[in-house]
């Protein structure tokens, strides 16, 4: 079956990085996900992996997979205000295509 | 800006009403999905079309139904409203099977 897991709350300081983990259970899963929410808004795509890759690096964000553990990582370098927000670790076998979300992780930037 | 445009934004409704969310994609979007997305909980997929055929479903009763119109316009239907159905549903858009989508700010809805 398919079950996507994360821890639900993190708080760092401005400046320092960030590390939101997830674990999922489908091994047959293709592609994995961040997406960030924000209040009051949709679903905004940060990164994917394919899950033949170990890592994937964009800017601040660094995405670390083990798919031996099944656990997905998403660092956030030099974490700012803006970044504050609700991050959903997301699963598809098809890329792009009816995700199977975590419960997401409401990431707190204090000052 | 994603070009997935939904509405309303909220909507009050009570139990045991019919209601219709809508959703208009780009132009070229083949593919569009639906999630539900309860308070304080991650997005559950509802169902997908493509091409106007219902191509995969989740775990939803057939009391939510949809449909895509040839203008890359979509709609959620859900008769018999229950006060778990309150949520914010959201829609997704992509132009094909395989390309990722990309999500509209959804619409609220409130069950009394």
């Known amino acids: 079956g398919e079950d996507v897991e994360q821890s639900l709350f993190l708080s760092v300081r401005e400046g320092d990085s960030s590390v939101i983990n997830c674990t999922y259970t489908?091994?047959?899963?293709?592609?994995l996900y961040w997406y960030k929410q924000e209040p009051g808004a949709g679903l905004q795509l940060l990164t994917y992996?394919?899950?033949?890759?170990d890592m994937k690096q964009d800017q601040r964000l660094t995405v670390l997979l083990n798919k031996k553990d099944k656990h997905l990582s998403l660092r956030i370098a030099d974490t700012q205000t803006g970044d504050s927000a609700i991050y959903f670790c997301?699963?598809?076998?098809?890329?792009?295509?009816?995700?199977?979300f975590g419960p997401g992780t409401r990431l707190s930037v204090l000052p | 800006e994603t070009g997935v445009t939904q509405s309303p934004t909220h909507l009050i409704k009570t139990r045991g009403q019919q209601v219709t969310l809508r959703c208009s994609s780009q132009s070229g979007h083949n593919t569009v999905s639906w999630y539900q997305q309860a308070l304080g909980q991650g997005p559950q997929f509802i169902f997908q079309?493509?091409?106007?055929?219902?191509?995969g479903r989740g775990n939803f009763p057939p009391r939510f139904s949809g449909l895509q119109f040839p203008n890359y316009s979509s709609e959620l239907n859900v008769n018999a409203l229950e006060l778990d159905d309150s949520a914010l549903y959201l829609c997704?858009?992509?132009?094909?099977?395989?390309?990722?989508?990309?999500f509209g700010d959804g619409t609220r809805l409130s069950i009394l």
């Open positions: 997301a699963e598809s076998i098809d890329y792009g295509q009816n995700f199977v």
């Open positions: 079309y493509y091409r106007e055929e219902e191509n």
């Open positions: 992996i394919f899950s033949n890759m």
């Open positions: 997704a858009s992509s132009p094909d099977r395989d390309q990722p989508q990309h």
């Open positions: 489908d091994s047959s899963s293709t592609y």
